[in-house]
Protein backbone atom coordinates (compact mmCIF):
# COMPACT_ATOMS: atom_id res chain seq x y z
CA UNK A 1 0.00 0.00 0.00
CA UNK A 2 2.67 2.25 0.85
CA UNK A 3 4.59 1.91 -2.78
CA UNK A 4 1.12 2.40 -4.46
CA UNK A 5 0.19 5.21 -2.42
CA UNK A 6 3.72 7.14 -3.31
CA UNK A 7 5.79 6.57 -0.38
CA UNK A 8 8.64 4.52 -2.29
CA UNK A 9 11.28 5.20 0.49
CA UNK A 10 9.28 3.57 3.55
CA UNK A 11 7.98 1.19 0.91
CA UNK A 12 11.92 0.05 0.44
CA UNK A 13 12.45 0.36 4.00
CA UNK A 14 9.90 -2.03 5.02
CA UNK A 15 10.38 -4.42 2.13
CA UNK A 16 14.07 -4.58 2.94
CA UNK A 17 13.08 -5.50 6.44
CA UNK A 18 10.98 -8.29 5.67
CA UNK A 19 13.80 -9.59 2.88
CA UNK A 20 16.37 -9.71 5.85
CA UNK A 21 13.95 -11.76 7.65
CA UNK A 22 13.22 -14.34 4.50
CA UNK A 23 16.67 -14.46 3.40
CA UNK A 24 18.20 -16.63 0.76
CA UNK A 25 16.76 -19.64 3.01
CA UNK A 26 13.38 -18.18 2.36
CA UNK A 27 10.68 -19.16 0.48
CA UNK A 28 10.91 -18.90 -3.30
CA UNK A 29 7.43 -17.73 -4.17
CA UNK A 30 7.85 -15.00 -1.28
CA UNK A 31 11.89 -14.42 -2.51
CA UNK A 32 10.64 -13.39 -5.97
CA UNK A 33 7.39 -11.44 -4.80
CA UNK A 34 8.82 -9.42 -2.77
CA UNK A 35 12.23 -9.03 -4.86
CA UNK A 36 9.84 -8.10 -7.71
CA UNK A 37 7.82 -4.90 -5.69
CA UNK A 38 11.25 -4.10 -4.05
CA UNK A 39 12.15 -3.44 -7.72
CA UNK A 40 9.38 -1.38 -8.55
CA UNK A 41 10.00 1.18 -5.34
CA UNK A 42 13.62 2.01 -6.82
CA UNK A 43 14.54 5.17 -7.81
CA UNK A 44 17.62 4.40 -9.21
CA UNK A 45 17.13 2.03 -12.74
CA UNK A 46 20.33 -0.12 -11.80
CA UNK A 47 18.92 -0.87 -8.48
CA UNK A 48 15.55 -1.78 -10.07
CA UNK A 49 17.65 -4.28 -12.30
CA UNK A 50 19.42 -5.46 -9.61
CA UNK A 51 16.22 -6.41 -7.68
CA UNK A 52 14.48 -7.89 -11.00
CA UNK A 53 17.48 -10.06 -11.44
CA UNK A 54 17.20 -11.40 -7.58
CA UNK A 55 13.26 -12.13 -8.48
CA UNK A 56 14.11 -13.95 -11.38
CA UNK A 57 16.80 -15.82 -9.67
CA UNK A 58 14.35 -16.89 -6.80
CA UNK A 59 11.59 -17.86 -9.05
CA UNK A 60 14.39 -19.96 -11.38
CA UNK A 61 16.41 -21.34 -8.40
CA UNK A 62 16.11 -24.88 -7.43
CA UNK A 63 13.61 -25.88 -4.45
CA UNK A 64 12.53 -29.20 -3.25
CA UNK A 65 10.05 -27.29 -2.01
CA UNK A 66 8.97 -25.82 -4.67
CA UNK A 67 8.98 -28.85 -6.72
CA UNK A 68 7.02 -30.66 -4.02
CA UNK A 69 4.24 -27.76 -4.10
CA UNK A 70 2.96 -28.20 -7.41
CA UNK A 71 0.68 -25.61 -6.75
CA UNK A 72 3.16 -22.83 -5.86
CA UNK A 73 5.25 -23.99 -8.65
CA UNK A 74 2.46 -23.12 -11.23
CA UNK A 75 2.64 -19.57 -9.19
CA UNK A 76 6.32 -19.19 -9.83
CA UNK A 77 5.54 -20.32 -13.20
CA UNK A 78 3.14 -17.57 -14.13
CA UNK A 79 5.47 -14.68 -12.65
CA UNK A 80 7.84 -15.55 -15.39
CA UNK A 81 5.83 -12.80 -18.29
CA UNK A 82 6.10 -10.62 -15.84
CA UNK A 83 9.32 -10.99 -14.80
CA UNK A 84 11.17 -10.59 -18.03
CA UNK A 85 8.81 -7.73 -18.61
CA UNK A 86 10.26 -6.12 -15.90
CA UNK A 87 13.54 -7.03 -16.77
CA UNK A 88 13.04 -5.86 -20.54
CA UNK A 89 12.29 -2.46 -19.38
CA UNK A 90 15.10 -1.72 -17.08
CA UNK A 91 17.54 -2.69 -19.90
CA UNK A 92 15.72 -0.08 -22.07
CA UNK A 93 16.08 2.36 -18.93
CA UNK A 94 19.82 1.79 -19.34
CA UNK A 95 19.60 2.01 -22.42
CA UNK A 96 20.88 -1.64 -23.37
CA UNK A 97 18.16 -2.83 -26.17
CA UNK A 98 19.83 -5.95 -27.13
CA UNK A 99 19.57 -7.13 -23.81
CA UNK A 100 16.34 -5.65 -23.51
CA UNK A 101 14.92 -7.69 -26.82
CA UNK A 102 16.64 -11.49 -25.01
CA UNK A 103 14.04 -10.71 -22.18
CA UNK A 104 11.24 -9.51 -24.26
CA UNK A 105 11.39 -12.38 -26.15
CA UNK A 106 11.31 -14.32 -22.98
CA UNK A 107 8.25 -12.92 -21.71
CA UNK A 108 6.48 -13.80 -25.13
CA UNK A 109 7.29 -17.14 -24.99
CA UNK A 110 6.85 -17.27 -21.76
CA UNK A 111 2.61 -16.16 -21.53
CA UNK A 112 1.22 -19.57 -22.40
CA UNK A 113 1.35 -19.63 -18.44
CA UNK A 114 -0.88 -16.41 -18.07
CA UNK A 115 -4.72 -16.75 -17.55
CA UNK A 116 -7.35 -15.26 -20.34
CA UNK A 117 -7.98 -13.21 -17.67
CA UNK A 118 -7.50 -9.06 -16.93
CA UNK A 119 -3.99 -9.98 -15.19
CA UNK A 120 -2.70 -12.17 -18.32
CA UNK A 121 -4.25 -10.10 -20.67
CA UNK A 122 -2.66 -6.29 -19.35
CA UNK A 123 0.85 -8.58 -19.14
CA UNK A 124 0.36 -9.79 -22.99
CA UNK A 125 -0.37 -5.56 -23.58
CA UNK A 126 2.39 -4.38 -21.83
CA UNK A 127 4.73 -6.86 -23.74
CA UNK A 128 2.76 -5.69 -27.32
CA UNK A 129 3.69 -2.33 -25.97
CA UNK A 130 6.96 -2.71 -24.83
CA UNK A 131 7.59 -4.69 -28.24
CA UNK A 132 6.45 -1.46 -30.33
CA UNK A 133 8.59 0.80 -28.14
CA UNK A 134 11.80 -1.23 -29.11
CA UNK A 135 11.05 -1.17 -32.57
CA UNK A 136 10.75 2.31 -32.42
CA UNK A 137 14.35 2.79 -31.31
Known amino acids: MLLHGGDREEARLRFA ?13 HRCTLA ?4 DA ?17 AEGPSEERTARHEQS ?13 LAADYIKLRHPEAARVHLDRARAA ?4 A ?10 AIDRLERALGAD
Not at 111 to 114: E, K, P, V, Y
Not at 116 to 125: C, F, L, M, Q, S
Open 17 to 29: SIWAEISDAGDAL
Open 36 to 39: HYMA
Open 42 to 58: QDDPADELAWDLRALDA
Open 74 to 86: LAVRAFYPSLHLN
Open 111 to 114: TDAL
Open 116 to 125: DDGYGNGVRA
